[in-house]
């Protein structure tokens, strides 16, 4: 696996950021609210779109890829995916079957 590089700010704001998603994990829990899985032990917590999450999954915090993709009655492609910071990392550190769909067309 290759390393991810960064800029020194985008590494800052990235490390920021998974000490935030491991404060509110510990706080509520990281559960896929269709399966019950712990996203962060398969490394599957992503950001879609207001517009796909709206529309699919008003009714839970947290989805698995696999039960995302149940509910929308496809595979998720790149367009699905926010352009943020932890997406971006998740083309490295992602599962294998997030980090599909981050690249897919």
């Known amino acids: ?10 590494l ?5 950021h998974y000490v935030g998603v491991r404060r509110f994990r510990d ?12 996203t962060d032990e398969i490394s599957e917590y992503f950001m879609v779109t207001d517009d796909l999450w709206d529309s699919y999954a008003t009714d839970t915090s ?4 696999g039960c995302l993709e149940t509910r929308i009655g496809r595979t998720l492609n790149r367009w699905d995916f926010t352009d943020c910071p932890l997406n971006k990392g998740n083309r490295e550190f992602g599962s294998a079957r997030l980090r599909e769909r ?3 067309v």
């Not at 800052?12 to 920021?16: E, N, P």
């Not at 706080?27 to 712990?38: A, I, Q, T």
């Open 1 to 10: 696996m290759k390393r991810l590089s960064l800029d020194p700010g985008s």
């Open 12 to 16: 800052v704001r990235l490390r920021k």
């Open 27 to 38: 706080k509520y829990g990281l559960l896929c609210g269709d399966c019950g899985v712990r």
């Open 62 to 65: 947290f989805l698995c890829v």
């Open 102 to 104: 981050l690249l897919a």
